[in-house]
């Protein structure tokens, strides 16, 4: 039956595919990406019905996913209302970037010390990489896919398995902020510029400098985020 639901009602753009993974971890795969692609914006209500109708799974799975969801931080569920995407406000974005801007210099300082000289040659290509995708003018997705890997060499240089670990648990909230700060025009080549000022420090092996360009890209990030996020209006 659920099959047939996904066969024939499923919206295509949130559509559960035929792979291995439990269905539940398809579903919160689909969902949280909608979320933090906009297509469920800020503020906006997360009707159990439409759901199941959209994806073409049970009532049982919609609600495990939408408690997950909660519990990342993407979701909050409103008396009378239920599951509204959250909208973030300023002092929980200040409280989150000064717990990234923290985490992300101490990496930082990290992966000067310990990366490889192949590694820091990868990070520069990370951010080269991103900078084709800006110049192409790319969506909102791309661009975050492209950040994901600069970050994911930075990680894995630093050699830090609990710094990655917090931030990990971080990635949902700082992925909504994010793909708000990159909708808004003329953010993309200004992040151009702040990985370029990063990645050179680190190529001199200047962890204060690096550390330094790490903070002062996260403060931008941070002011473009909720400047992109301003225009949704939490629940009332």
């Known amino acids: 039956m659920a099959a047939a639901r996904q066969e024939t009602g499923a919206n295509l753009s949130l559509k559960v595919g035929r792979v291995a993974a439990p269905l539940r971890e398809q579903v919160l795969d689909v969902v949280r990406q909608a979320i933090l692609d906009f297509h469920y914006k800020p503020g906006q209500r997360l009707i159990e019905r439409e759901l199941i109708e959209q994806i073409g799974v049970s009532r049982t799975t919609v609600r495990e996913v939408l408690r997950e969801l909660e519990a990342e931080g993407l979701v909050t569920t409103v008396p009378q209302k239920g599951a509204i995407v959250v909208v973030p406000s ?96 003329g953010r993309g080549p200004k992040i151009i510029k702040e990985l370029n000022d990063l990645v050179s420090a680190i190529e001199r092996r200047d962890a204060d400098a690096a550390a330094a360009a790490c903070a002062r890209h996260l403060g931008k990030a941070e002011a473009s985020g909720l400047k992109g996020i301003s225009s949704y209006s939490p629940p009332a």
């Open 90 to 185: 300023a002092e929980e974005a200040a409280e989150l970037y000064e717990v990234r801007t923290a985490l992300e210099e101490l990496a930082v300082r990290q992966f000067v010390e310990r990366a490889s000289d192949e590694q820091v040659a990868e990070l520069r290509a990370t951010a080269d990489a991103f900078k084709k995708i800006v110049d192409e003018g790319s969506d909102t997705k791309a661009l975050l896919a492209a950040k994901d890997a600069f970050y994911d060499v930075l990680l894995e240089g630093a050699g830090n398995g609990e710094v990655r670990s917090i931030l990990n648990s971080l990635q949902a909230r700082v992925r909504m902020l994010r793909a708000a700060s990159m909708s808004n025009p």
